[in-house]
């Protein structure tokens, strides 16, 4: 998959899945696939946009769901061979006809447009689906909007993926996304507490800013690295190993010992275990985590 910008375009006519797409989740999926099944014909590419600031969001409650190397994964697993990724603030001022012809027309020269029900574009978020069908008949290319999909009687919606992260309920995170919470940060340094103090040697991924933060507390996880599958007791908090005030998850991997540092595994997040928890000694911490590998490792929980 080929990643645009205004100086790299693509060299056929596309179909073009536009959205933020922030979770991927199966409402999303619906706009892509249609853009994935115009291929051979037509090259399926995405076009979608990052935010420089999670305050550029007009949704008060935005904050990443899928890391950018994920996003990019399973856009590739969807068919798509190509996505043009703006910063919003370089296309937030264009009116929706001068975004039309410039990024969907001139850009991507675009024959097909696919978006969801609730598609805003242009200045001010001016466009909606009504304009680009319009625009689309007048230009002579096919247009095609996804209605919403249903669950529960209200739509699949990213916000509601967002509550139920923030809330450590990952069972209906991962109903509402089609698949587990996930993050595959790089491997820092910590302390080294987890290996020389307690015996149970861990890694330590740190969240961006604007990335999605879940529930504090304990997770049983998967850690998923080069083809293998490793159940997981994961942390996420400020500073539970590394220091400093950014949040982070920190993973004691079962049966495995290997160094990670540098590398960027990625870790599933299956139910939450516990909230976060003073202990009065070391040794108290030491015997929580025992308990909490244990159960773990006697889970029946699926490998995802």
Not at 118 to 127: I, L, S
Not at 211 to 233: M, T
Not at 241 to 249: H, K
Request: some cysteine.
């Amino acid at each position: 998959m080929r990643i645009y910008t205004s100086e790299k375009l693509p060299d056929r006519p596309t179909a073009v899945a536009m959205g933020l797409f922030d979770g991927l989740h199966p409402g999303h999926r619906a706009v892509i696939q249609k853009a994935a099944a115009a291929a051979p014909g037509l090259l399926p590419v995405v076009f979608t946009f990052t935010y420089d600031h999670p305050e550029e969001s007009c949704k008060q409650d935005y904050a990443r769901i899928l890391t950018p190397s994920i996003k990019l994964s399973l856009l590739d697993e969807m068919g798509i061979e190509g996505v043009l990724c703006p910063s919003f603030s370089e296309i937030r001022d264009l009116p929706p006809e001068v975004f039309f012809e410039e990024i969907l027309l001139r850009q991507l020269s675009a024959r097909m447009l696919c978006c969801g029900y609730d598609f805003r574009f242009g200045k001010n978020a001016a466009g909606d689906g009504a304009l680009l069908q319009k625009l689309c008949s007048q230009a002579g290319i096919a247009f095609a909007q996804v209605p919403a999909l249903q669950d529960h009687g209200q739509p699949i919606s990213s916000t509601r993926i967002r509550k139920a992260v923030r809330e450590g309920d990952m069972a209906e995170a991962e109903r509402l996304m089609g698949r587990p919470y996930a993050i595959d940060h790089t491997v820092v340094h910590g302390r080294h507490m987890g290996h020389d103090i307690f015996g149970f040697p861990t890694i330590n991924q740190l969240y961006e800013p604007g990335d999605l933060l879940p529930r504090f507390g304990v997770y049983e996880s998967r850690v998923h690295w080069q083809g293998a599958v490793y159940k997981g007791v994961t942390n996420v908090g400020v500073k539970p190993t590394v220091g400093g005030d950014r949040p982070s998850a920190e993973t004691y991997i079962l049966g495995y010992d290997g160094d990670l540092y540098g590398k960027k595994p990625l870790v599933t997040f299956r139910r939450f275990l516990r909230g976060e928890m003073k202990f009065s000694s070391f040794d108290a911490l030491k015997e929580q985590i025992r308990k909490d590998a244990e159960t773990v490792q006697n889970s029946s929980e699926k490998n995802f």
